[in-house]
C-alpha cells in the first residue's frame, strides 16, 4: 500500500503539489447484512472538488461537490440508486447534501453542516455527517438508534509544506493535530502543539519506529525519510535546513492499527505520476497500487507486524474479517516537499 516507497525519490510539479488536497478514510460498516470495508476518498484542488464513495466488488461513485470549476455555489442535494445482483439482489441508495458545508484549513473534506447516508433494500446502513433532519425529510428514511457513528478504521492523507507537514484527525474519538517538523537532520512530532518526539542524525535514524501518546492513547508511530536523507538523490539537507524534494512515509497506529485503504481516484494518479517522474536511475519494481507491495520492506511491513493480522488492501481477498477491528485505527501520511 506504500508504493514505491524505498525508490529514488520523485520530484512533482510544484503546480500538481500545492493545489491537491487528497484524504482516503476507510469505515468499517454493513450492506444488506454483509460485513463491508466502505472507502471515501476526497480530492480538491484549484479546479474540482469530489468525493468518490468505494465498495469493493459492489460499486464505486464520483460525486463533484461543485458544479463547475469558478463556481461559488456548491452542487443542490442528491442520491443515486445501484443495483447489486452478484450474490443476492440489493438496491443500494446513497444521499448526500453538501449544499451548506464547512471545510476547516482548506480539508477536502468537510468538518461540518452535510450528511452521506446509504441504504440497502429500504434500511439506512451507514450514516455520516450532522444533518440528520434534512436527510429524513428528503429521504423518508428511520433512523435506528443503534446504528451510531461508523467505525472509522483508517485514514491517509497527503501533506504538502517545506519542513511542516500538518495533520488532523480523528483518533478513536478524540480530535487531535499533529505536526511533523523535518529539517536540519532532525525529525520533531507534535501534537496539539506540544513536542512528542524529537529523531536526531536521520542519515543514520532514516527509517523506525517508536511509541508516543495522543490524548492519552498511546499510539506506535513509524517513520520513513528514506527519500530524504538519500545523498545520491538530494544532496541531504539544503542549505536552509529544509528536507529535500520526494515524499516521507509517516504511520501513527492505535491498537491492532486499521485496514489500509485501495487507492482510487486522484490519489492513485498523483502516485502514478510520482512513480514516472523519478530519476532515470531508478529501477522501482512494478508496484501494485490496490494491494500491499512485497517491495516495501519497512515502515508497513512494521505496522503490520504490530497487530495481532495481516492488514488488507479492502479487496475481496481480504485476510481480515469486518467486526475484529477491536478499535484499531491507523494514520497514514504521505509527506510531500513543494516547490
Known sequence: MIPACFSNPSTLSSASQVS???????????????PTYLTLAWSKTLFSHSLTIYA??????????????????????????IYLTRHHYKKIKLYWDFTRAEFTHNSAEPESR???????????????????????????????????????????????????????????????????????????????GEISLVIKKLAWKF??????????????????VFNWVNNNNCNNYDSLGSAPRGHGVFIFQVGDGGVWPEMVGPEKRLIRKSMSMAGPTSTPRPVSLSSPSPSCSSV???????????????????????????GGFSLLLYAWRKD
Request: glycine share 10%; charged share 20%; aromatic share 10%.
Open 56 to 81: 469493493a466488488d459492489s460499486f464505486s461513485i464520483t460525486i463533484s461537490l461543485y458544479p463547475s470549476a469558478f463556481s461559488l455555489f456548491r452542487n443542490k442535494p442528491g442520491s443515486k440508486s
Open 207 to 224: 527509517r523506525g519506529n517508536e511509541r508516543i501518546h495522543v490524548g492519552g492513547l498511546e499510539v506506535e508511530f513509524f517513520w520513513d
Open 114 to 192: 452535510f450528511y452521506i447516508a446509504i441504504s440497502c433494500n429500504a434500511r439506512l446502513e451507514f450514516l455520516l455527517g450532522d444533518l440528520c433532519p434534512e436527510l429524513t425529510r428528503r429521504s423518508g428514511l428511520v433512523i435506528a438508534r443503534q446504528l451510531g457513528e461508523p467505525a472509522l478504521l483508517s485514514r491517509r492523507e497527503h501533506v504538502f509544506g517545506l519542513r511542516s507537514y500538518v495533520s488532523r484527525a480523528n483518533f478513536l474519538g478524540s480530535k487531535h493535530e499533529i505536526e511533523i517538523e523535518c529539517g536540519g537532520g532532525v525529525l520533531v512530532v507534535k501534537v496539539d
Open 300 to 326: 508497513l511491513q512494521w505496522a503490520e507486524e504490530s497487530g495481532d493480522c495481516r492488514r488488507s488492501s479492502c479487496s475481496s481477498s481480504t485476510t481480515r474479517s469486518c467486526g475484529s477491528n477491536s
Open 20 to 34: 491537491q488536497n487528497l484524504i482516503t478514510c476507510i469505515y468499517q460498516t454493513q450492506l444488506g447484512n454483509s
